[in-house]
């Protein structure tokens, strides 16, 4: 209905003829997907689905341990055949539901083994067995939605293993911290790096984009984060355990404005300067708030804060992104805001902050609307 | 069908070969060792069941060869298990258990709906553990008997009974 809406809109105003908004509704129709009736068949076919497993689980315990492993090698056998199947057809999304489907077996049977046998091992290793045998099969699959999926199973892999991990290193406060920073420095880094690997963006260019736009969000949430260190009084001791994790970060970083070239497609190279400076300069401003001894800086962090999201606006104005320069004008316009009653104190300090917060927020508004919304080829 | 790749055929066989992987050496485990009955007491008093999880802990025996780190579990076949100092080479003893894996809070998965009686079954103390020791002093659990018969046949009977 909104797009015939649309169309006779578009036909009154003298945009399109007649004949033109005709084939541009039956193209539509055509197109369309009976949502409703999809959306009724999954919900009976995840009923029953739902149903068997409880039926089954009911009895679990009276079926016999031969036949549950032997049922679970026939599931395997069956789902292995649907995706040598569904090789090479044109419904990519039919594989893309098999290989998650072996990747989630692969977790049931080793979970299996474990109830059956009643063994007493720790979730981290099955956890890391799975990774270890079954990322091979979610690789079969090319959608967006299994590159997030593996990204959450190894993140839960991760915040198993980590405890473990620690212990294994001795309770050492220097290994403990190193282990957090390198932790921390993964979750943020980690996705943008592997992005950038040419291999990833050849083979799964879904994967490689997931992970790109998840890395530049991570990014950029840690960085947002990160430079309000100076809110915070750092004394000599809390430098001290931040240097010893600095080193892992530095790392991470160097690698991260290294590796950022890789994610820079060849028409795109604009956007490569302020994405290193984004790195750079969040990963400075971020690093001197917990490295150097200071008392609550709170103008600083303030600052820092509307830098990064400037120096995002400024990858987006790049790149042509409109939407993303919309996005960080608007964080920059609310931060200001917030600045107001941060600064809310006497009546003359109260005032000289409104006044030069207004005064910023008007020179924001000019910016955006004479600098980047009016740009000719701009779709803001 | 056209040519298997060697991606393919790793990422179909390889968790195929981990299950049966697990599955053998699991057997290996079961089969390591004769099977002992051993005595259980409820983990923690207040709940004994988390989720479909029986929680319980391998019961000593009563005596006072000895007591503390030091003192290990000698199990024997005939079920006369004893209280003995470890390293002490016992030939009554089929085999040991450190204080360690005597102490250690275990899980037993359960049927549904099975909780209550076996948690009331457990507080009377008629509850025990087939296991075995594997070689390098591991508890491989096989069953749960209450009064002497499987947990299953047991909660049969008793809702016969009932």
Same mark, same amino acid.
């Given at each position: 209905?909104? !797009? ?31 949502? /409703? ?6 919900? *009976? ?25 032997? =049922?679970?090698? *026939? ?32 977790? =049931? ?9 009643? !063994? ?47 212990? /294994? !290193? ?14 921390? #420095? =993964?979750?943020? &880094? ?26 530049? *969000? ?5 960085? #947002? &984060? ?30 991260? !404005? ?21 790195? *750079? ?28 999201? =400037?120096?995002?606006?400024? &990858? ?29 104190? #006497? ?34 | 069908?056209? @040519? ?21 050496? @699991?057997?290996?485990?079961?089969? +390591? ?44 076949? +005939? ?18 258990? +450190? ?7 275990? $899980?037993?998965?359960?049927? $549904? ?5 076996? $948690? ?43």
């Amino acid at each position: 209905m909104r !797009l015939e809406r649309q169309v006779q809109r578009w036909q009154e105003a003298g945009i399109i003829d007649a004949a033109t908004a005709e084939r541009i509704l039956a193209h539509e129709r055509r197109a369309s997907r009976p949502v /409703l009736l999809l959306a009724i068949g999954g919900l *009976g076919a995840f009923a029953i689905g739902v149903g068997l497993i409880a039926v089954i689980a009911a009895n679990w315990g009276d079926i016999p341990r031969l036949v549950k492993l032997l =049922a679970m090698l *026939g599931l395997f056998g069956a789902n292995a055949y649907g995706l040598v199947w569904a090789r090479g057809r044109q419904q990519r999304w039919v594989t893309d539901a098999l290989a998650l489907s072996y990747f989630a077996l692969t977790l =049931a049977s080793i979970a299996l083994v474990g109830q059956t046998y009643q !063994l007493e091992g720790e979730p981290y290793q099955a956890l890391l067995l799975w990774l270890v045998v079954g990322s091979l099969a979610l690789w079969l699959a090319e959608g967006t939605f299994a590159a997030l999926v593996f990204l959450g199973a190894l993140a839960v892999t991760g915040a198993f293993v980590f405890d473990p991990l620690v212990d /294994l !290193l001795g309770h050492d406060r220097h290994a403990r911290i190193l282990a957090h920073a390198s932790l921390g #420095s =993964a979750a943020v &880094c980690g996705p943008l790096l592997v992005a950038s690997l040419l291999t990833l963006q050849r083979r799964r260019p879904a994967f490689a984009a997931t992970y790109e736009r998840l890395g530049w *969000g991570m990014f950029v949430l840690a960085a #947002s &984060c990160g430079v309000h260190a100076w809110y915070l009084s750092m004394n000599t001791n809390d430098v001290r355990e931040a240097w010893m994790g600095a080193r892992v970060v530095l790392v991470f970083v160097v690698l991260g !404005l290294w590796r950022v070239q890789g994610l820079v497609f060849r028409t795109h190279v604009d956007w490569l300067l302020p994405a290193r400076a984004l790195i *750079g300069l969040a990963a400075v401003v971020t690093g001197l708030g917990v490295l150097v001894p200071h008392a609550p800086v709170a103008m600083l962090g303030a600052l820092g804060f509307v830098i990064v999201w =400037a120096l995002v606006a400024w &990858c987006g104005y790049r790149a042509h992104m409109m939407q993303m320069v919309n996005l960080a004008t608007a964080v920059i316009a609310a931060r200001i805001f917030i600045a107001y009653i941060e600064v809310f104190g #006497s009546m003359l300090a109260t005032g000289a902050g409104l006044m030069v917060s207004g005064v910023l927020l008007l020179a924001l508004a000019w910016l955006w609307v004479r600098k980047i919304r009016l740009q000719p080829g701009g779709t803001a | 069908m056209k @040519a298997l790749t060697l991606h393919l055929w790793l990422a179909l066989l390889l968790p195929v070969v981990a299950f049966a992987g697990l599955v053998v050496r @699991a057997e290996l485990l079961r089969a +390591s060792g004769p099977v002992f009955r051993v005595a259980i007491a409820g983990y923690d008093p207040r709940d004994l069941l988390q989720g479909h999880y029986l929680r319980y802990r391998l019961q000593w025996p009563a005596g006072e060869a000895c007591d503390g780190p030091t003192c290990c579990l000698c199990l024997q076949t +005939s079920g006369m298990h004893t209280r003995i100092q470890c390293g002490v080479a016992d030939a009554a003893c089929d085999a040991q258990l +450190s204080r360690q894996m005597v102490d250690q809070a275990r $899980e037993f998965f359960i049927q $549904e709906g099975a909780g209550p009686a076996l $948690e009331q079954a457990i507080r009377r103390g008629q509850g025990a553990m087939a296991l075995n020791v594997t070689p390098n002093g591991q508890v491989h659990v096989h069953e749960l008997f209450i009064d002497g018969i499987r947990y299953r046949r047991w909660l049969r009977d008793n809702a016969q009974r009932q």
